[in-house]
């Protein structure tokens, strides 16, 4: 039984990590789909993380922060698409570039503002996502097996891990059920066929990228309302990588990519457990290899995979109008 309940606290702690993976990973397959790369994850979660903290420490309100961060990530993403829609501009470039301006901004603006080497307040009460716990969760703890999974795995998460969840169906769903998710497709795969079915190109990558802002904006919101309790510098921890690596080898597709999202998140989960275990051959293992399992996954994952993907064929072109 204890090993039971330890793999299910393992399970919660999985998807409490996973849940910035995911919505990130789901926020690029739009603008990547649409055929815009976008490097730039990173630095969208991270400016959000830092405008929802500093909000909601401020007002008082996590909703009010989350407004914040996803205005602000809604912001760079247009940014991004000014740089590489509107003036065709090299889309990674542009994606580095608002990575590094908000590593070095967002702690800045918090040393400026409130005065504690580059971080927020810390968060309590109303200024931080608090756990919700589903009904009848407390009365179904005490049944083996299935009320345990119940109560400590399904019930207990805030609001966004939820929102992380829903947003793999509804992702599916908009791209390939939709008149919208069909015309992202199709400007990622033929953007002179869409042009030349009298659709904007531009205002379709324009739109993907909007797409792309809002979610990067609830992940970075996750982190420093829900999953922390304030802003600490580069608090994303390259988890905007992971997610465009989890995006990559889950091939543009919602399922393998929330699997993939699953799998770092374990390891990362697994990463912090390991610390100070000793094995009956190796003995000890350096904490920062185990630190390092995450990356060293991505990877290997990427090392045997990403020859295999295909990805949408006018992904990285910026798209020049024919006279």
């Known amino acids: 039984m204890e090993s039971f309940q330890l793999t299910i606290l393992m399970l919660d702690a999985t998807l409490r990590v996973a849940t910035p993976l995911v919505l990130a990973a789901l926020a690029g397959m ?3 789909r649409a055929g815009v790369v976008d490097i730039g994850l990173e630095g969208k979660m991270l400016g959000a993380a830092f405008a929802a903290a500093a909000v909601a420490a401020v007002s008082g309100s996590a909703w009010v922060g989350l407004g ?5 990530s ?6 991004h698409a000014y740089a590489c829609v509107t003036h065709k501009g090299n889309q990674v470039v542009s994606g580095m570039a608002i990575n590094i301006v908000v590593a070095g901004l967002a702690p800045t603006l918090g040393f400026a503002w409130f005065k504690m080497g580059g971080q927020t307040p810390s968060l309590n009460g109303d200024a931080r996502f608090r756990s919700i716990e589903l009904p009848f969760a407390e009365a179904a703890q005490n049944i083996p097996v299935i009320g345990y999974i119940y109560a400590e795995l399904i019930s207990g998460h805030n609001i966004i891990v939820y929102m992380a969840a829903a947003a ?14 069909l015309r ?5 795969e033929n953007p002179h066929a869409v042009d ?10 324009y739109k993907a990228l909007a797409v792309t802002g809002f979610m990067c904006g609830i992940a970075g ?32 597709k919602p399922v393998p990519t929330l699997i993939a999202c699953l799998l770092f998140a374990f390891t990362d989960a697994a990463q912090a457990r390991l610390q100070g275990v000793e094995l009956p051959i190796v003995g000890t293992i350096p904490v920062q290899f185990i630190q390092a399992l995450p990356y060293i996954l991505t990877v290997l994952l990427l090392a045997g995979f990403v020859g295999k993907a295909h990805p949408p064929k006018a992904i990285g072109e910026p798209y020049i109008k024919e006279r």
């Open 168 to 181: 793999v169906p509804i992702t599916a769903w908009i791209l390939y059920r939709t008149r919208f998710g």
């Open 184 to 188: 992202v497709r199709a400007v990622g």
């Open 68 to 72: 914040a961060g996803i205005l602000t």
């Open 30 to 32: 739009f603008s990547e």
């Open 221 to 252: 919101t996750y982190l420093s309302t829900a999953h922390g309790a304030g802003f600490i510098r580069d608090m994303t921890a390259g988890k905007g990588y992971l997610a465009l690596a989890a995006l990559i080898f889950g091939k543009w």
């Open 74 to 79: 809604l912001m760079l993403s247009a940014l």
């Open 196 to 205: 030349t079915a009298g659709i904007s190109v531009d205002l379709m990558r």
